[in-house]
């Protein structure tokens, strides 16, 4: 059975028109499904009865199903099954004034970030649009409070699955589907380079935020933490980032994973700086403090080292937050996630999976510094 949260409004108009209904039948479904959030056909009373039991024969609403969730005061992990038995998580963050939804691209990554222990797990498959659309579908019906903002960084690497986080994408953004404004949903990825230069050209893609996976500001040392990289030239990758067009006031995420003597020493603050150079207001950085996990080598630095990079970057006028992340406290954590015992085998990227308990990161970022208060992180 298909699932119809897979369709765009346009598809979904084309395709009813071939079951012999009137395409305006399109509008009313989605309607029912992102706005009044009802999953069931049979509910929606503005069609016709014939046409309601005909497309509960072809189509489902949803495609995954909610295993379970896990709750806490930062946080609520959900579990979900796919038709083939794969499991996968989503977080929704509790910030102080939104909720924040992390949803995961794919079943495990290819990316191999050698602190990430989703690498260890390899690449399953890519999501389908569906299934990265009830994610955000079935967590919103478990809620009163709208989610606001939506987050690329679960489990997998969103550019790697290029059409289907296009496609759900656009099904978050546009009036007929969940209506979240483009600046509340943003795209995460490890820097590969040729869909970021697909991403540029993309009228949809490049309106959304975009943050990128730094981690050091060598070549080797980057192939190291991040194997992949070993294709992607970090020069190339900047020059990318440099010519990116980038909406009013926007600017580009630098994720950089403070681990314990490998890149969190004051020379690798210096060259990140380097890196980055005159281009100061296009970029700002989130230090993401490492997360230890008793099944990987590396640890978290201390925090007068991690306040340190921080100062050296500021000196050189880059706006730098240092992003303790919520979710601990229900393993959402890059590298919890699978080696959680009771819940399977899958993590998050780095954003949301470097999480340190009791900081969150509202008062993180306001007890340092002003955070840029349209942004989510
Ligand atoms: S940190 Fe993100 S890109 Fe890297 S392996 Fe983990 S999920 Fe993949």
């Not at 700086?273 to 970029?283: E, H, M, Q, T």
């Not at 015992?341 to 999480?355: A, G, I, P, V």
């Amino acid at each position: 059975m298909e699932s119809i949260t897979g369709y765009t409004l346009r598809e979904l108009r084309d395709k009813v028109s071939q079951l012999g209904m009137e395409s305006y039948r399109a509008n009313q479904i989605l309607r029912w499904i992102y706005k009044k959030k009802v999953t069931d056909f049979e509910l929606m009373t503005d069609l016709p009865r014939n046409y309601r039991l005909h497309l509960r024969e072809i189509f489902s609403v949803c495609s995954l199903k909610l295993i379970k969730s896990v709750e806490a005061p930062s946080a609520v992990k959900y579990l979900f099954k796919t038709k083939d038995d794969h499991l996968i998580e989503t977080v929704l963050i509790k910030e102080r004034d939104h909720l924040t939804l992390c949803v995961s691209s794919q079943i495990g990554c290819a990316v191999g970030c050698k602190f990430c222990a989703t690498a260890l797990d390899g690449l399953k498959r890519n999501l389908k649009t569906e299934e990265i659309v009830d994610q955000f579908l079935q967590v919103q019906l478990t809620l009163k409070e709208h989610i606001r903002n939506v987050v690329f960084m679960g489990m997998g690497e969103p550019l790697a699955n290029y059409d289907n986080v296009r496609k759900a994408v656009e099904i978050m953004i546009s009036p007929w589907g969940f209506d979240l404004s483009k600046r509340r949903v943003t795209l995460s990825t490890s820097g590969l380079l040729k869909p970021l230069c697909k991403m540029r050209r993309d009228p949809l893609l490049k309106e959304i935020n975009l943050a990128v996976s730094i981690n050091a500001p060598f070549q080797e040392l980057r192939e190291e933490i991040m194997p992949l990289s070993e294709k992607n030239d970090l020069e190339e990758l900047m020059k990318i980032l440099r010519e990116f067009p980038l909406p009013k006031y926007r600017r580009i995420t630098l994720e950089y994973v403070l681990i314990k003597d490998l890149n969190d020493s004051p020379s690798m603050a210096k060259a990140l700086a380097d890196l980055i150079g005159k281009s100061v207001k296009r970029f700002k950085v989130n230090l993401i403090p490492y997360n230890p996990d008793p099944f990987l080598p590396y640890e978290r630095p201390s925090l007068d080292r991690i306040m340190e990079f921080q100062r050296i970057l500021w000196s050189k006028g880059i706006s730098t937050f240092v992003r303790f992340s919520k979710g601990v406290e229900v393993f959402g954590a890059c590298g919890q996630l699978r080696h959680n015992r009771n819940m399977l085998k899958s993590h998050f990227h780095e954003s949301y999976s470097q999480m340190a308990n009791g900081v969150s990161i509202d008062n993180c970022c306001s007890s340092l510094y002003k955070s840029n208060p349209g942004s989510s992180f």
